[in-house]
């Protein structure tokens, strides 16, 4: 694996999905969990001191030799202690439960620029960075930027709630800096387990998620591309279901000429959402500092509760996001 991907690289290689057709009934496979089922062994991980100090002392090395992240490849990132989690890590993320959380590392302790460096390292050992909008910003600050006046604003820089979604990258990772003073939890769900649900409840609505949706790309298209993109939710290729699901955009869609969203649609949206957020299907989790959520963008969609931030600006709500592109 080489240094970060491109963009454009990033999201055809997310959004080439194989696909032979529709499921013929439920799809049974690891990533079809239902949150209420999970035990905490099988997505939880607390790092130990060996893994901690294999890490820190990667990014040291780096940030003393003054390497820029961007210059950082696979063939820089020697973890020889981690490297065989990293790979059961990297496995469950792309082909199994599609969950991964990791505890334990000291960000007061290293400060933010250590931390960044060894979570941007930890990354390249998964998979490879890529860029979170066209501007290629590599290493996203998840922050409360106050900016809830602005028309079509990514809520990621609000406190506001979000909807379930999911990015175009193969996984999405989370890093805890600072967490909020009250609320914030991060939700999500097995998009394969929503679609089995769907299934059983509304087989039209299931059959929905394989026609050709049009989503909103909020104004971040280039010069003379279209302010909507086509693609069908879900791609099934005869063992796993991977779906891309952004109800937020899809509903926004019809702002631009010439975009219809039927009734039958729009009823999918909603209903997609709200069997997504039913308790016996979700995950909470409440990132503490020094938790790494890593998902995976093709069977888990994610979400986020509004939160109340501290007075203290260095104590606000901090997460630093990663986009990795596996193959």
Known sequence: MAGPVTFDEQRISYFTRPSIGRPDGAVVHEAAWRGADLDVDSWMFVLTDREIADLGGLADQLLEAGTDMAAIDHALVDLPVLRQRVEGWRAALYDGLGVVLLRGI?????????????????????????????????????????????????????????????????????????????????????????????????????????????IDRRNEEAQGESPVFELSPAAWDGEMLRVFWHSDYSRSADRHGGVDISPLRRELIETFDAIGAEPEMRLDMELSEGDIQFISNHTVVHSRGAYVDHDDPAERRHLLRLWLTVN
Request: with cysteine.
């Open 106 to 214: 000291p960000v007061r302790e290293w400060g933010d620029e250590k931390t960044a460096m060894a979570y941007w390292c930890l990354g390249h050992a998964i998979g490879r960075p890529g860029p979170q909008n066209p501007n290629g910003e590599l290493l996203g600050h998840v922050i409360d930027y106050r900016e809830t006046d602005r028309p079509l604003v990514r809520l990621y820089r609000t406190a506001a709630d979000i909807r379930f979604h999911c990015d175009a990258a193969d996984i999405v990772g989370l890093l805890a800096v600072r967490t909020a003073k009250e609320g914030g939890e991060s939700r999500i769900a097995s998009s394969t387990a929503i679609y089995n649900e769907l299934a059983r409840r509304r087989p039209d609505l299931a059959a929905e998620l394989f026609e050709t949706f049009q």
